[in-house]
């Protein structure tokens, strides 16, 4: 645990492209933080073992490895925010991970920035970059076309499990969706969260599920483009 904390924090700020994996400890290093303190605040857990717990558990969601050492769900509902919010983001790019994946929250985070700037500058130049890098337009475009898709896709699942047969509440409606999307694992809530499992769900909501997990393990514009007719024209 040591020696992971230390290259996170030699590595915290230094911002080079190359090293993808520092955006993805970076975000451990934040989540894990925030969720074992709060923990330790909230539940009097002695710090080193709610730190070692949620290290664990959101180094889990966020590499969607998909194991658990507690039910995290029961630390308070920001440990559980955390959490939601965590499966979305995935590992680093090139890994093997789930999730949206690091570099492209970075790189939409500076394209907001550079669309606000250029509102009160309209005539001025700026480049959306990572790192040191400049990002071309055409990275732009598929960066925000494949948020775009993956945020509707979780909609629309959400939609479809909260007014199926089952009618799901909202927690596990928009969490099994996004878990099963980011090939996390555990969701949140007492059906599908992490100490519980999929088994009690029926036919209908698990086909939803797999076409989603599906569609994220294929990193979603993949699938799309089958259904779009000048695929198959050219």
Partial sequence: RGVVVRYVLMHLGRGEPHLHATYAFNAVAAFALAGGIYNHLQNDIALPIALTHSFFNFTSILSTTGFASEDYTLWGPFAVTAAFFATFMGGCSGSTAG????????????????????????????????????????????????????????????????????????????????????????????????????????????????????????????????????????
């Fill in 99 to 234: 999730g949206i994946k690091a570099y492209r929250f970075i790189i939409l985070f500076n394209l907001i920035v550079t669309g606000l700037k250029k509102l009160i500058y309209p005539n001025a130049v700026y480049s959306v970059r990572y790192g040191k890098q400049t990002v071309d337009a055409e990275t732009q475009r598929a960066v925000f076309l494949f948020f775009s898709a993956y945020i509707f896709i979780w909609v629309i699942g959400s939609m479809a499990m909260a007014t199926g047969l089952a009618g799901y509440e909202f927690a596990t409606a928009t969490s099994s969706v996004i878990t099963a999307l980011s090939n996390v694992g555990p969701g949140i809530g007492p059906l599908i969260g992490p100490v519980g499992n999929f088994a009690m769900m029926n036919d209908p909501e698990l086909y939803v599920l797999s076409l989603a997990m599906l569609l994220g393990r294929l990193e979603v514009l993949t699938m799309l483009v089958l259904l779009v007719p000048i695929f198959w024209r050219s």
